[in-house]
């Protein structure tokens, strides 16, 4: 485990027995371009997984509607058989077309298909954490997810999924989903620039749920700052440091999983997990959001 790796502390999943470090991996990125078919360099993917791990990384984020399928088979190549420690986080509520467009999967047997498909091709026998994707690709909608939660607790009660959690949603639909089964993790839009969840992060901290974020560097288009470029050279760190870095600063309940699909940007994500931002480079981060 590497000095890095430790310095960004461990976060518990309320109400189990799982821990992991707050730095972690999404494996998004080892698919194709627009998350769909193949990588590029399939032996650099499988050598990005090893070497995260061997860098102390202990969990890692992925759905089987990456590539769709090839993702979860790339992890399952590298890493399996898996170490007792490593907790991977999958998601449900989404497939992919021929064209590769997202398209809603939110069905009983969407689901359960979907669920069946991840043990399959990550090669588990229950799997660790489960997202369910409730909202699309303009963000959160508000809508009832009564009916998904009710076949999430069935595959929870089955051994299939041993912990829930919820990605794209409002915190109606985390209420909403609490009174059917219990909820372990949040996972939505945020970063320094895009902070609309503010608010939920902070009554997630309270209750103890981790909060997630995705686009955690803007996304498919890089965060753009003339702050964070100023910030990050007075910190002598890049601005994509910078800002994984101030996710662990913003709160003790954010768990990152910045993707790549390169050992070099690998080791510059875990490297920011070890950045202390001063106090006033953290107001002037703050600011960024405006």
Request: proline fraction near 6%; charge should be negative; charged fraction near 20%.
């Amino acid at each position: 485990m590497t000095e890095q790796a430790k310095l960004a502390g461990r976060f518990s999943f309320p109400s189990t027995d799982t821990t992991v470090h707050r730095m972690g991996y999404g494996a998004m990125q080892l698919a194709g371009p627009h998350v769909f078919g193949p990588p590029r360099d399939r032996n650099e993917a499988i050598a990005v997984l090893r070497e995260a791990i061997e860098s102390g990384i202990d969990h890692i984020d992925t759905s089987d509607f990456y590539g769709p399928h090839v993702v979860n088979q790339i992890i399952r190549e590298a890493l399996h058989p898996y170490r007792d420690n490593l907790v991977i986080v999958t998601k449900l509520g989404a497939v992919r077309d021929e064209k590769g467009a997202w398209l809603p999967a939110l069905s009983e047997q969407q689901l359960i298909d979907g669920a069946h498909d991840n043990l399959r091709n990550l090669g588990v026998e229950a799997l660790d954490v489960v997202n369910l994707r409730v909202g699309g690709l303009q963000g959160p909608q508000e809508f009832s997810i009564a009916q998904q939660m009710e076949t999430m607790a069935e595959l929870q009660q089955k051994g299939v999924v041993r912990h829930i959690g919820l990605s794209n949603v409002t915190p109606a639909q985390l209420k909403e989903a609490q009174g059917i089964a219990p909820i372990v993790c949040i996972q939505n839009m945020y970063n320094v620039a895009n902070r609309a969840d503010d608010a939920f992060i902070d009554q997630l901290a309270v209750e103890g749920i981790a909060y997630v974020p995705f686009f955690p560097l803007g996304g498919f288009t890089p965060l753009q700052s003339t702050e964070l470029n100023d910030v990050a050279e007075l910190l002598g760190a890049t601005p994509m440091q910078t800002a994984l870095a101030w996710l662990l600063h913003r709160a003790n309940n954010i768990l990152l999983i910045p993707g790549t699909s390169s050992r070099g940007h690998l080791r510059e994500n875990i490297a920011a997990a070890a950045s202390n931002i001063p106090p006033e480079l953290l107001t002037r981060l703050n600011s960024i959001a405006g």
